[in-house]
């Protein structure tokens, strides 16, 4: 499950949590969880970025991969295939991709 979210997005921040839920109740099912942060976005800085980011992830006891992203959004947003964020991505095992959760539907 691959989540991505910023700080200052608001129903990113709403659903992260579940993502840490998901995260704590799966571990030995072999349910695998990364945070992917757009927050570079908004500062292109990474500097500036990292400190709220990881605050956040602090706070919500985010115990698993978390990815700050640091090039164009828009050029990631493109290549993934995400419309914007919050945006899920529920792969198995194989890595094929099962769902996307975002704001297209």
Not at 74 to 82: C, S, V
Not at 86 to 96: I, R
Request: aromatic share 10%; glycine share 2%.
């Amino acid at each position: 499950v691959v989540d991505c979210w910023a700080t200052y997005c608001a129903p990113c921040k709403k659903e992260f949590p579940h993502l840490v839920e998901l995260s704590k109740k799966h571990a030995k099912d072999k349910v695998k969880c990364v945070s992917l942060s757009f927050d570079f976005e908004e500062t292109k800085t990474p500097e500036k970025t990292y400190q709220p980011v990881r605050e956040f992830l602090i706070k919500m006891d985010a115990r698993f991969t978390n990815l700050l992203v640091t090039m164009d959004a828009d050029e990631l947003h493109q290549k993934i295939g995400l419309t914007s964020i919050p945006g899920v991505f529920v792969y198995d095992a194989q890595g094929k991709l099962h769902k996307l959760f975002d704001n297209s539907e």
